[in-house]
Structures are given as structure tokens and as C-alpha cells.
């Protein structure tokens, strides 16, 4: 019984932490308000904080009597989400809270994403640093904005990272995986002018896809699932195949690292809804023919609109729709030296109209080498070229190498180990982490990434494994105990 009380003591104290951050809407490049919290919360327990410029918080806590000689370890997360909702459900990102629902299993939001990535990193490592019995100093960075541009990272000053000797990244989302490794990336979007003439078809049509499953495009890329925008963009080509086709409207995707699981067009044709109907229906067995069992529940939606007042003219769709269709979306190679790892990806990820009639499509390639992201970089300018679309080349962010030798790595497996009784995964992901720039910094910085399981990460279906919380908390107390005892 006294197990279990204090068991739920961790596990509520954890909560507590995250229900706080869960209340303040915090999409990247939005954190003032949850980085006014953080700094009002961590002063209130006891640390010494500083806000920086960019809204970045660090908050150090002394070292247990007696551990005061061993290396400073940080903790470190970030504060921002990708905050997605339903299709229909009424959430405005910036104003509104996400509603928590908790169950015997899983932590959930409704309607929304949860921003468990990365809110319940930072709630377990404020957790951790408050209860942990024997440690040495320990430092807590909080950074915003790593969903979008990595800005916090990137702008933090080095001399945060230069006096430490390890650093526990809280960004992972596999409690029995260690990461020591991961990908960098590039954002790369593509903008033109639209120009708007008047139809000359008579019925108009919005298109809808659907029911595909999303999800995070370097956690998930592996799953081949079917991206929304690549297949409107193959069934409008299709279309063209049997009549003209006018587009009005191209909208999909939800965040440049999030696979898209919705896309709409808006079109305007003479073909009968009968040859619009047989194409949508050939191109969805097209698509099951593909993705199989990996993105079974696909829907197409066929629904009559009134007739708008433009729509673009046709060298534009065409060259938006080459746009959409030269783009490769998903998988471009495998790891020669990590079996089953992704090393080379992209993800077509999200396609705007604005409201100055301007096609915009973000485009975001992985690797876990540099040169193959300058190759996309070169890639953008030629396909930039083709289409017409002007490439727009954003920062690139820098790979973390795996450190086959990191001792934090090895005492944090042994932790874990003795604590479940089997090993600990370690390697490398394809995903991208703020790892990279902190590397950058302090080359000598001896770094892993953990985190507590969380499945579907930004998609409405995001959830966390409420049984690795309590885990997660221990393995980190007690590698903080294990670096004091050894370094003391």
C-alpha cells in the first residue's frame, strides 16, 4: 500500500506539472505567456531563473550537501507544441487551453493534439530536479519555438552549455529507448502568385481527403503512410485526364513536421459527376493498391459548392500541381549502418492559399547527414525553376552524431536496466532534436535523449502511456544520484 500511495504521488505530482502548461495555449513562436508561467513556477520552487531575450528559461538548483564537486547535468526540453485539432472541432490555438482527458491507460486531449511533446518532458524533469535525493548542480533549459525554426536552440547563449558535463534531452517518446543520435533538417517553401481569372466551367466541387492516419514525420515516415496533400494533388491530375479542370482553392496539411492527414480542393468543371466519380473512386484503389494495410481508411469526399467568382488561372495550377507531385513525400533511403533506421526523408507538409492569392507549400527534408541536406537546398533552387515557385531556404539545422562512447549513455542503460530488468535500446532516431545545436556549443557535451511513451505525437490522437511517467521520473533521479556518486 505504501508503494502504491507513493507511486501516485509521482504520477500526480507529474500531472500537476502538466496540467499547468496545459492550460496556456503555447504554439510555436507564441511561448510569452508559458514562459512568463515557467518563470513565475520554477522561482516559486526554489531555482534560480533567468529568462533570456527569446523567452528561453534556465533555471539552475544547487547539488545536494556533499555532491557539490560533481559536473553540472542539465536537464532540457522546450516549451512550444504543434497544436492540431479535428476536422470541425473548434480550437483556436492561440486563445484556447487544451482540455485534458485522462483515462486508466492514457493521457488524451479532446479534439486537439496534447502537447505531451514536449509538456510532459519538461513537467517530469521539473519533477525530477525537485524530488531527486542526491545530485549534483543541475540545470533545467526550457527552450521555445523547436517545433518550427528551433530558434530557442539556436539563440541560447553557449555559455548555458559550456560549464556542464552532461545533458538529459526530454524529448524522446520511447521510455525503454535511448537516444544518442538524431537527424538534422531544413525548411524549405515554395511561393507564387496565383493569378485569378474567371471560370468558364459551370458546376463547382470541393474535394476532400481524408481519414488517413498522419502523424510525425520523423517518427512515423517509417510507417509509409499515405500523405493527403500528394494524393488530391494525383486525383486532380487524374481529373484532367478526362476534361478541364479549374482550381479555385488548394488548402492540406496542418505543420511543415506533420505528415498530412487532410487536404481540400476546390474545382470547377463540366465533366459529369459521373466521370468524377469514377476517377476519385480509381484513384482511391490506386491508393489502397500502395499503402495497403498501412493507411487503410482513406476517404474522398465529392460535395457541390457554389460557383466562385475566380479561380486560378491554368498555367498556375498546372505548375502548383507539378509542384505538388515532383516533391518526393516520405522515405528517399535507409541507414548502411543502423538497420531499420530512416536516414534521408522529406515531408510534404502543408499547402496554403493566402489571401493575396499566393500558392505557399512547406516542404521539410531530414538526414542524418549535413550534405544531404545541402543537396536538398541545391534541390529547391532547380525545382524552384521548373515550376515557378521561388524556394525560400530556411536555417539548417545540424545533426547529432552518435557518440558511441558516452558514459552518460552507458550509466543511464545500466539505470535502466536494474531498475526493469532487461536493456535499454540505444541508438540513434530520425527525428529532429534540439541535440544538434546544443553539440554545436560544446562539442564536449556527453548528451542523451529520453522521454516517457507517447503515441501519434502532433495529430489529434496524440496520447501518453500514464505507466512509463512514474518510470520515467526514477531513471532520471537515480542517473543524477549515479553522476554525483561518481564524480563526487
Known sequence: MKEAAERDTVLEGVLDEFAGLAAIPRPSGHEKAVSNYLKKRLTELGFTVVQDEYKNIIADKAATPGCEKAPLTILQGHMDMVCVAEDGY???PEKDPIKLQRGDTYLEAEGTSLGGDDGIGVSVAIYAMLHA????????????????????????????????AYLINCDSEDYDELTIGSAGSVDLTFRRPM???EPTGMR???????????????????????????????????LQER???ELNLFTGGKAHNAIPDTALAEIVTDLPLADLQAVIDGQKQHFHDVYGDADPDLTVDLTPVEMPATVIQAGDTQRLLRLLTVLHTGIYAMSTAVPGLVATSANLGVVRMMKNHDAVVEFFPRSSSDEKIEEFCTLAAIVGQMTGFAPEIGTQSPGWKEN????????????FAKQNGRPMKVG??????????????NPKLDMVSTGVTAIDIHSPQ?????????????????TLREIASLEA
Open 243 to 245: 476534361g478541364t479542370i
Open 90 to 92: 473548434d480550437y483556436n
Open 133 to 164: 535525493k542526491e545530485h549534483g548542480p543541475l540545470r533545467l533549459i526550457v527552450t521555445v519555438d523547436e517545433e518550427c525554426g528551433m530558434t530557442g536552440a539556436i539563440n541560447l547563449d553557449a555559455k548555458y552549455l559550456t560549464d556542464a
Open 204 to 238: 463547382a466541387w470541393t474535394i476532400q481527403v481524408g481519414g488517413l492516419l498522419g502523424g510525425h514525420s520523423g517518427a512515423e515516415i517509417d510507417k509509409e503512410r499515405g500523405n493527403a496533400i500528394r494524393t488530391l494533388a494525383l486525383i486532380l491530375l487524374a
Open 462 to 478: 496524440e496520447k501518453i502511456v500514464l505507466a512509463t511517467i512514474r518510470p520515467q521520473v526514477e531513471l532520471i533521479e537515480e
Open 428 to 441: 540513434a532516431i530520425h527525428a529532429g532534436l534540439e541535440c544538434g545545436w546544443h553539440f554545436e556549443k
Open 404 to 415: 558511441k562512447d558516452s558514459r552518460l549513455a552507458q550509466i543511464m542503460s545500466d539505470v
Open 195 to 197: 493569378k485569378q481569372v
